[in-house]
């Protein structure tokens, strides 16, 4: 992986210096808008053992992505890019339009994001999973990666994974590789099923390893911060479904009941605008019975995991959004070359 990522930068600083980055920078903003994904903005020291690469971004990191944004692109609200989106022609300048949206209400954007967003006057999207608001909850994918760090930290005896009875615990439990790799493959294959599915097998490798997790505080925002935030002006909220469930593993019914109670949940809450609120599909997954029955819901646009840009008429309830993460935007050169979607 380091390797790969030492080419990528080498790479990057070539393009950049050819002026090859600004030239796709151009093009694009005569009929594209970005709009960039981020999940953690947090120090690596302090995020839970098993933290996967592509989920977060430190904080000096961040400050550099805000700087160079401010001087290539004009970061707008996600609710302004509807309509600048529709009047390119009338641009009187180079710079492409920007949306920051940031998935899953984690306490480190109050905490390092927002600061940073309040002090540069920059807009962003913030897409909630309402139920986990001002609780201790943890993801099951937080859940499975701390235990395939404990066990490989604390070398239980390999014959503890033959005592799971459920096939899939014990595949897990059983991967080999990696630590990063291991986490990975275990998330992907868990992704397959639907959330009490694996809560049970989490419990069962938790209770056969005898791991117990940490005491770290809350991972998520409470209702206080995200109305101080939603107050700034800068800071917008939309929903990311009430228990973040993966979507096409649920009934009609149950989709319907994630998407109104989120929504409800926010306008209760009053930290949202009611003549636009966003949605944000968990793990990105949807199908067209699902893309549906957002606007069914009152949502006014939603946004994928499906990388790429986007023009003035493509589909409001499936657009797409480049991910950014550490690794892949440590430098200028790999940022800039991120955002012009060549690596």
């Not at 903005?41 to 700087?67: C, K, W």
């Not at 913030?126 to 859940?143: A, E, H, Q, R």
């Not at 549906?292 to 646009?301: D, I, R, T």
């Amino acid at each position: 992986m380091k390797v790969r990522i030492a080419m990528k930068s080498v790479f990057a600083k070539a393009l950049v210096h050819s002026g090859q980055v600004e030239k796709i920078l151009f093009a694009k903003s005569r009929s594209q808008y970005l709009i960039l994904t981020y999940h953690r903005i947090v120090p690596s020291r302090e995020a839970i053992a098993g933290l996967q690469p592509g989920m977060y971004v430190e904080p000096n990191t961040f400050q550099m992505h805000m700087d160079y944004l401010k001087k290539y692109f004009h970061v707008v609200p996600f609710q302004e890019i509807i309509r600048l989106s529709k009047s390119f022609s009338d641009k009187v300048d180079s710079k492409p339009f920007c949306v920051l949206t940031f998935d899953d209400g984690w306490f480190d954007f109050y905490k390092y994001a927002f600061p940073i967003l309040l002090q540069e006057k920059m807009y962003a999207t913030v897409f909630l999973p309402t139920s986990f608001i001002n609780t201790n909850k943890m993801f099951w994918s937080d859940i499975i990666a701390y235990l395939i760090v404990m066990i490989g930290k604390n070398k239980h005896d390999p014959r503890r994974a033959g005592m799971l009875k459920n096939d899939l615990a014990r595949h897990i439990a059983g991967l080999k590789g990696p630590e990063e790799s291991k986490v990975d493959n275990a998330i992907s294959l868990l992704k397959k099923y639907r959330k009490e599915q694996i809560d049970a097998i989490l419990d069962e490798i938790s209770d056969c390893f005898d791991i117990s997790f940490p005491s770290t505080g809350r991972a998520f925002l409470n209702w206080d911060e995200v109305r101080e935030m939603f107050r700034s002006g800068l800071i917008a909220f939309g929903s990311h479904t009430d228990r973040h469930e993966i979507l096409v593993h649920l009934t009609d019914d149950d989709i319907k009941n994630e998407l109104n109670q989120s929504k409800e949940k926010l306008i209760k809450e009053n930290v949202v605008d009611n003549t636009f609120i966003p949605f944000c599909f968990p793990n990105g997954d949807f199908n067209e019975s699902i893309v549906k029955l957002v606007p069914e819901s009152g949502y006014h646009a939603s946004v994928t995991t499906e990388s790429g840009w986007n023009g003035m008429n493509d589909p409001m309830f499936k657009l797409k959004r480049i991910s950014i993460h550490q690794d892949i935007s440590s430098d200028t050169q790999m940022f800039g070359c991120r955002l012009a979607s060549i690596i």
